[in-house]
């Protein structure tokens, strides 16, 4: 099956990031077709500076390394290094209609807001849905908010095929039942747009700080709790045991504890958790080499797969 999915290099990557998707592409490589990129395209309607923008995005590598994509079982590559998928973008947006891209969120929030959106947030979703169409994805794994996202692609594939004929191949998104929205230090979904954000990588000591920083209810202690509620059991559940998000679901429904002991078992949880990881990373950061060769790589063939599903495109619409 072709997998495809990809993450904004919009800063640090996150436990939502992780737990929503990245892990998704890790499970899935051995036994599927996997393409994953880093969008800096996409982050080009955020982020203003071109150092950060090169920094990050080769952040987002090592990070995706570290945590396990193998480039012998996946293809991994920058997002701008296959220009086949912008040509695909203006075929996609002359079929994209106004109201369908008015209704998407992130452009509707930003609105709401009263903020200005340029040209690019408000085609986002446009470009999203030639990421996943020029390789003719099948399987797009996502956190829940880019659901929407991949049904306006679902969308403009078949009004695509149906003016032109069959053309794309219509994707379908995957995501997972504890993860799709993993919640951040103030309950809200983790985003960092929001800044409630945990990070994957960085110093365990600050991390440690956050984590003891997660609101909770003024509940007394002794109160019995429903764990499905709180949101720091959501977080313990993302790393722990079946055994032991048991015993903890037990604790909270038992009351007569206190978070800080949830939030110490948490910071415990993840720590473990990352450590291989966090040392892959200091070995890759030592082997850039190895890194860009990967990306390069990557591109390669990935433009290889984008430029025949380009020339289908082309084809069918009258463009050769
Ligand atoms: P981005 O960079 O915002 O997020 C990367 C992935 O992380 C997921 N995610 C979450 N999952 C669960 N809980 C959360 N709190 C949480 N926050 C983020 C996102 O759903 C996403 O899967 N537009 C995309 C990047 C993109 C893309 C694509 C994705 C560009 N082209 C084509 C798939 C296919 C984005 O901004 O992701």
Redesign the pocket.
Known sequence: MRV?????P?GRP?W??F???IRQYIDLQEDNDGFYFI?DL?ALTTVRDADALRQNTLDAALDLLALGLDPRNATLFI?SHVPEVSELTWLLMTVAPMGLLERCHAYKEKKAKGMTADAGLFT?PV??AA??LAYDSEV???????VQ?IEVCRDLAGSFNHEFGETFVLPNAKTLDH??????TDGQ???KSYDNTLPLFGNIKQIRKQIMRITTDSRPMEDPKEPEEDHLFQLFRLFAADDEIEAMAEKYRQGGFGYGEVKKAVAEVSETYFAEARTRREDLEANLDYVHHTLRDGAKRAREVAATVLHRAQTACGLR
């Open positions: 495809l999915s990809g993450i904004q919009t996150h939502g990031n737990f929503g998707a969008a996409h997002q986002y470009l999203m990421d996943i797009v794994p996502v956190g829940q908010d880019q996202h993860g799709a929205k993993v919640p951040g979904k983790m985003s």
